[in-house]
């Protein structure tokens, strides 16, 4: 094991290098916080191209973002970035052990911003096409691909259920819905769909008819290919294994609960902003709860001591 290096103790340390937190490390160099900001190197929205829907950074591309988060931390001195991976996290409250992959250091918050793992779907050609014209979100993704033949792969009721197949239609008129014959659709929700001007395909779906990265067609286990150009879908997702180990109180979808306002999670101490808590996950939301949670934890802190 890494020896404790006691010579850098932190205010907090924030796990992860992307929107949020990189906005959380900004709110808290600002608020002169010692901070450090332990970034893998691996974002998890590394197969896209553009990051979309974020003002004043709207088709900016991933690696650019975060250079440019990076360079805007460089003035605040107490902000220290390390490119390190966290092994795990231990402690309590005000004495938080953080061992990462250049050493193990002490803090007395943690902000978790690790955001999730996305679990590609065992379906043949779904590797090739995810994250270029297989996407989960139609506010990043959408306008680009505006007015073609769209589809969504069902794998549960839930969305259909709030209306995300319908949602689709206000970027174009044409899409399909594939249950790939998992799914007994209500009345009510076929009514609905059919209303809306959305098919529904409940067939079996054999494979992805991929050009390159490009979606061409869904092929149908009967042989049958329905044309489609753009795939939404939304896999499984897990967290990262630091975070498991943590084991920390989860929402029923399995994100990591947080206080709606402090953003603290169920262990005293330890916070948690953007995609890690919730399925509503984006760029620009991930910027906002690691801002959020950098102010609670600001406060926090100045109600025990003042900065160092």
Do not use: K
């Not at 990262?240 to 943590?246: A, P």
């Amino acid at each position: 094991m890494s020896q404790v290096d006691t010579s850098s103790d932190f205010d907090v340390a924030i796990i992860g290098g992307g929107p949020a937190g990189l906005a959380a490390a900004l709110t808290l160099g600002r608020a002169c916080r010692h901070v450090l900001l332990c970034d893998a190197g691996i974002p998890r929205n590394a197969v896209a191209t553009h990051i979309h829907n974020f003002v004043t950074r709207d088709g900016t591309p991933p690696s650019e973002f975060r250079a440019i988060g990076r360079a805007q931390l460089a003035p605040y001195t107490t902000v220290e970035l390390r490119d390190a991976h966290v092994e795990s996290i231990g402690g309590t409250r005000d004495d938080f052990e953080v061992q990462t992959s250049s050493g193990t250091v002490r803090a007395r918050r943690v902000i978790l911003c690790t955001g999730m793992l996305d679990e590609e779907l065992a379906l043949p050609g779904f590797s090739e096409a995810w994250g270029h014209s297989i996407f989960q979100c139609p506010y990043c993704h959408g306008w680009e691909v505006r007015g073609r033949r769209w589809g969504y792969l069902a794998l549960d009721l839930d969305a259909l259920q709030h209306g995300f197949a319908t949602l689709l239609r206000s970027w174009t008129e044409d899409v399909v819905v594939f249950t790939n014959a998992s799914l007994d659709v209500p009345s009510e929700i076929r009514d609905a769909l059919q209303r809306s001007g959305v098919q529904l395909e409940s067939r079996p779906v054999a494979r992805l008819v991929v050009a390159g990265e490009r979606l061409t067609h869904v092929e149908l286990a009967d042989g049958e290919r329905v044309a489609c150009e753009i795939l939404y879908a939304h896999p499984p997702q897990r967290h990262v294994e630091v975070v498991q180990r943590l084991e920390l109180a989860l929402d029923g979808l399995g994100y990591v609960q947080v206080d709606p306002m402090t953003r603290q999670t169920s262990t005293p101490g330890l916070y948690a902003a953007g995609d890690l808590t919730t399925r509503a996950q984006g760029a620009i939301f991930a910027a906002a709860t690691g801002a959020q949670a950098a102010a609670m934890v600001n406060h926090d802190l100045g109600a025990s001591a003042p900065p160092r």
